[in-house]
């Protein structure tokens, strides 16, 4: 099966298998769970750590234009203030008064295949069919105090972005670098939304890990550099071996831009449940810099040499969810594949994961647990541990393991048998999408995974 015919039910496979395998987990379970909330696993971290470094790869280490930015999850108020967030970071709610129950009324309209503005439509509760109240602001950003004391002058709110935290060091990092517009500076980091409707797995929470960056550039220039980071952008999930069929981008239209705005697209993902955001790429003009410098006093302003003038510079920002990043490659990754006429079991559950963001590259497996093959198999596992991610496993058939590695997306297995201590000193690999298997000299093991970990498309191998 290809991922443009995956349904809501594959969803619930993938939930499932996400769980069992070790990728995410319901936080808080022993206790009945706690809503929109999880916990990654074993393999899970390990899947959103590699998603991570290869952004990273790519937005810092392999530019010489942007930087790195790890800022603080809880600054001044007045930094929300001074971006609109304390006044304007809100969406309308919609409250049920029979089981009060509270909605976005947005998300309503759009389940409906209404606009958002229309008019006449009456709005019931989904579950039990009463009308919902009109529409009140809610404002997303949680609240808490910084301090001993619980008063007002003592409020702050955990950052719903980590883009101001960037603004708000625009001068400090200009200063300690010596960076000439156009640069960039980068920031992974965790942020929080009271969204009202949270859902769709990992997709929505209230607690996620963005990866956002700023790019300054000259007034009249942002046009070249937003359509730039837009294919730029796209063309790293292609990297990543996201399917090109289940990826599109979508302009904003006018009435759908921030206030802030010159121009937004998104990357979207063809998810079970539809098209959906992937990553943004707004066009900010010079809003934020300009606004904490009025409501500051600390000059913002950059002054150009070659033009010996001072000015806000323009930003072009593509901002990216950690954890919509590794949904989509998970989902992307997905396949169930028939081996025989017969039933569920010769049915291949696999994840075909880009060798760069497996979560293990390469398990040693012992053909049996024989007291000649498993400190042979161990000392073969130490070796290649030292190049790649990689698992050891001698539990169950090995036709069991063969399929545990394919459910977690293992490029290569390699078996360790009895002519490997007894004649050739030589071991199995099998390829995870071809089943196929070559036997390779275990001198020459590890250059022999590297080549083909490379000819799958890693770079980094």
């Not at 009456?122 to 950003?141: Q, T, V, W, Y």
């Not at 950059?302 to 998970?330: K, S």
């Not at 390699?414 to 070559?438: G, H, L, P």
Request: charged share 30%; net charge negative.
């Amino acid at each position: 099966m290809t991922n443009r015919n995956l349904t809501e039910l594959d969803m619930a496979k993938i939930v499932s298998l996400a769980k069992r395998r070790g990728f995410v987990f319901p936080s808080s379970e022993i206790y009945g769970g706690i809503g929109s909330t999880w916990d990654y696993g074993p393999l899970g971290v390990a899947l959103k750590r590699n998603v991570k470094e290869a952004w990273w790869q790519s937005m810092v280490y392999d530019r010489d234009d942007i930087v790195g930015l790890d800022s603080a999850i809880i600054q001044s108020p007045e930094v929300w203030i001074a971006s609109g967030h304390a006044d304007g970071f809100a969406d309308p709610l919609v409250e049920c008064p029979t089981c009060h129950k509270r909605y976005r009324e947005d998300h309503l309209f759009e389940a409906m295949g209404a606009e958002s503005n229309a008019s006449g439509i009456e709005l019931k509760c989904p579950d039990d069919g009463a009308k919902l109240s009109e529409p009140r602001m809610f404002n997303l950003m949680f609240e808490t105090y910084s301090g001993p004391v619980q008063d007002t002058a003592s409020k702050v709110w955990l950052r719903p972005e980590t883009a101001q935290g960037i603004f708000i060091n625009f001068d400090n990092v200009v200063v300690s670098t010596r960076k000439k517009v156009p640069f960039g500076i980068a920031q992974i980091g965790k942020s929080f939304r009271n969204e009202i409707t949270p859902g769709n797995f990992i997709f929505r929470t209230r607690e996620f890990e963005q990866m956002e960056m700023e790019f300054f550039v000259k007034p009249g220039d942002d046009d070249s550099w937003y359509e730039y980071w837009i294919k730029t952008r796209f063309q790293w999930f292609l990297d990543l071996g996201v399917r090109a069929e289940n990826l599109r981008t979508r302009p904003h239209e006018a009435s759908e831009l921030a206030h802030y705005a010159k121009g937004a697209t998104d990357v979207e993902y063809n998810f079970p449940w539809g098209w959906s955001e992937l990553e943004g790429i707004a066009s900010r003009t010079d809003f934020d810099l300009s606004r904490h410098e009025q409501h500051s006093g600390k000059k913002l302003q950059y002054f150009d040499q070659e033009l010996n003038d001072h000015y806000w510079p323009y930003v072009i920002e593509p901002a990216l969810g950690a954890d919509r990043a590794a949904l989509a490659i998970l989902v992307d990754a997905y396949e169930e594949e028939p081996l025989g006429t017969g039933g569920k079991e010769d049915l291949r559950v696999v994840l075909k994961f880009h060798p760069d963001i497996a979560p293990v590259q390469v398990a040693v497996l012992p053909l049996s647990r024989n007291d000649k093959l498993v400190p042979k198999a161990r000392e073969v596992h130490s070796a290649l541990r030292k190049h790649f991610r990689t698992e050891y496993d001698d539990a169950q058939s090995i036709g069991r393991r063969y399929r545990r590695q394919d459910e977690i997306g293992t490029p290569f297995c390699v078996t360790v048998d009895f002519e490997t201590v007894e004649t050739d000193n030589a071991v199995t690999i099998r390829n995870r999408d071809t089943m196929e298997q070559v036997r390779v000299p275990i001198d020459d093991l590890a250059n022999q995974v590297r080549a083909q970990l490379r000819s799958m498309g890693s770079t980094r191998a």
